[in-house]
């Protein structure tokens, strides 16, 4: 890419505020999370230099060596499948955790949190297209769930998260952004419950999210580039 980080960031956030007024809402409603995944700890100084300083990661390992190596005020949140053996290890680095997709991972984090005195923030992900090799709630199941999920009371759940089918026109995701909020409706409705966060919108196609009521939108490519197919790690060079 010719143009810097720094610009893109810029141009990333005149087009979050355009989206936003254009649907009627307020630019603040709508929090950016720099999607950091395989890149190295050099391009999230160089971002939080440019004033955005939430990052997410979807790897427990790779996120810890990076936050040792980030500036203290960078932020974390946890995009990935959380397996069960890094719970612990993983509670104390994140504010918040996109991906919770069954009951069983949400009660093995209620038992940890417990444990280690911890109460994390977390998004029920929602397998919003049904497709079997999507990790997520299926919303028909979800309902059953929640009870039981609700009931778990050191997570605080604070919304729902969706990572729709990958279709080359942004266009395509819009129908499942709006099944995604309409979920959120109808559980806050039916269980008196406050589900303040839908985490949704990708690089290519976080506009139609902020249109269908995206509060958080998780962008990679378009800030950062193209991802290499190995991922950082610690102790590898910085580029
Ligand atoms: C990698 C990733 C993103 C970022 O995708 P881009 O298309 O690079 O913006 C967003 N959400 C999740 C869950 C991811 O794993």
Known sequence: MQTTLAERLSQLWSKIEEAAKSAGRSPDSITLLAVSKTHPPELIRECVHAGCTLFGESR??????KIQESPARARWHFIGHLQRNK???????????HGIDSLSIAEDIQRIA?????????LLEVNVAGEGSKFGFRPENL???????????????????AIPPFAPKPEASRAYFVKLRELRESLQNEFSIGLPELSMGMSGDFEVAIQEGATIVRIGTALFGERASSAWRPGAPDS
Do not use: C, N, Y
């Open 143 to 161: 309902r059953g769930e929640i009870d039981r999920i609700l009931s778990l009371d050191r997570l605080e759940i604070r919304g729902l998260m």
């Open 114 to 122: 417990e444990e280690d005195g911890q109460r994390p923030a977390v």
């Open 60 to 65: 427990v390992q790779e996120a810890r060596a």
């Open 87 to 97: 719970v612990r290890q993983a509670l104390p680095l994140f504010e918040l955790f």
